[in-house]
């Protein structure tokens, strides 16, 4: 079998409508049956969109205040112009936004540098690090910058801080604990098996609250630690535990001849999972652990429970506005929008990557 | 020539829970000899070479390799598992390194050599597997003679003095077996200890020292490949071989 990775070069020669053509003929309407279902689904899908569509581009209201769009009968998009500081930024001091906007371009910048595998080196490592301790930096103040309290954090930088940082931390701490699980040492195995269940067992929402509410109890008085670092804490313990199930699935896949392998080679177990294991394992989780991460993203709108304003909290918020009352399904749809947007690039390049490592050994199926 | 035993088992026993695998073994090996273990399917011939690089734990008995005892002693385990290479009848080779890496790795961060020292000595040994030109390639794009013989080659990059062989033909399609073959003849030609299991009985005739037949867990008959294959001593031995001629 030979997989071609550059694109057919007839394919690309066909005029685009002529190729068009081809491809509704060939996947639309192959056949009668098939012809009279893809009418019907189009039609349906007209019916349903046009509406929407209109309601929200045609029909919309995009500038001025709540009553011009109160006579409108579109959708209010003047509200997210309003709004759209306050539900980006939350409450952090409107003239120093600049520091969270600065933060989350620089963190963007990083991500795209970020993304090609051949850039994963231990200097980007320490690009990373450097961008944490800026970001802190940035973000709460020092250095001649005015202090700004991690309460008065929200909006979009916070729902990416508490997931990125929530994502990447917990990562090398689920792999450790799969590997703990699956440990010949009993002690550390039944360790790495209870913590896995015991926060399997409860929601993230009680884990939160347990962060704000009962772990101050247990600290000395007069000592108290941040309550973001503490969110950003139960949230790191949560995502690592599902991390190590996933995992865990990897390492399962990997068959016992890679081990016996690498120990027939005098590899020892740190060389064995470093080189033999893990790279095949973590390749083959992939797209469960963006499964998780995704899914991460999203309930880190649970903070919203112990007061923080992550972007879900701020839209919230500025629908309780009196003067612009009443435009929720505005305010939500764009809240979803931002989240669809960061959940579905990560889905994107997840199945980029997948691709990626594929090549490598595309054929291994075919003669084993 | 007994007087100098490279490796050396006594009274060696192992279970697999309440299973007794192996029975009783006394078996040595000495330098330089090659040795055809065979035998019907289950009866611990493959448990008895990985034994050997304790790829399996023996519970009782004593098993000496060059001159150290395998006991749970990691140091003394990592030394023989550096002396002892092995080749698997699935290759397991690793599927997401490329060929040279799959030969440098072992050497790098086993023996500590550098990537250059380990590279240059891989494509030695693949030139020696005839196979150099596919350096670059991954297992998965090889052949299956070609990646046992890849295999063949990742071990004896580890400079092993002794070779395991666990049926390394019996997965490969049959125009395959004499590529195999043909570097293992070398192989013992040069002067390796080896042990394998196979029931290429040419290969046995061609290069044993010595065929071990094994049935239920114990050494039956030991004898030249000659002796063994021409005039069985033992009832069980003689069903064996009757049984794999046809
Ligand atoms: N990990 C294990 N746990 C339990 N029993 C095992 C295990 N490995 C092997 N056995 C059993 O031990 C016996 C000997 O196995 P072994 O693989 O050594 O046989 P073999 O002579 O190599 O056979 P074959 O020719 O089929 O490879 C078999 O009955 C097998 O079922
Ligand atoms: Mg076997």
Redesign the pocket.
Known sequence: MVYKFTKNPEKRTLPRMEAMAKWMKKNLFSTKGNTVLSLFLIAGLIKIFTPIFTWLFIDATWIGDAAACREGSGACLAFINEKFTYIIFGPYPREEIWRPALTMVLMFALLWWSKEPSRWSKKLVKWWAGFVVLGWILMSGGLGLAPVKSTSWGGLPLTLVLSFVGIFISYPFGIALALGRRSQMPFIKSMCVIYIELIRGVPMISLLFMSSVMFPLFLPEGVSIDKLLRAQVAIIMFISAYMAEVVRGGLAAIPKGQYEAADALGLNYFQTMRFIILPQALKIVIPPSVNTAIGMLKDTSLVIIIALFDLLSTTKASLKDPEWLGFSVEGYLFAAFIYFILCFSMGKYARRLEVEFHRGHKNREVNI | MSTNPIIEMKDMNKW??D?H?LKNINFQVNNGEKIVIC??????????I?CINRL?VHQNGKIIVDGTELTNNLKHIEKIRAEVGMCF?HFNLFPHLSIVDNLALAPMWVRKESKKEASERAMHFLEKVKIADQALKYPGQLSGGQQQRVAIARALCMKPKIMLF??PTSALDPEMVKEVLDVMVSLAEEGMTMLC?THEMGFARQVADRVVF?DD?QIVEEAKPDEFFDNPQHERSKEFLSQILH
């Open positions: 697999f829970d299973f695998v035998g019907p399917s289950g009866s611990g011939k493959s448990t008895l990985r399996e009848q666990d049926e299991v094994m867990g």
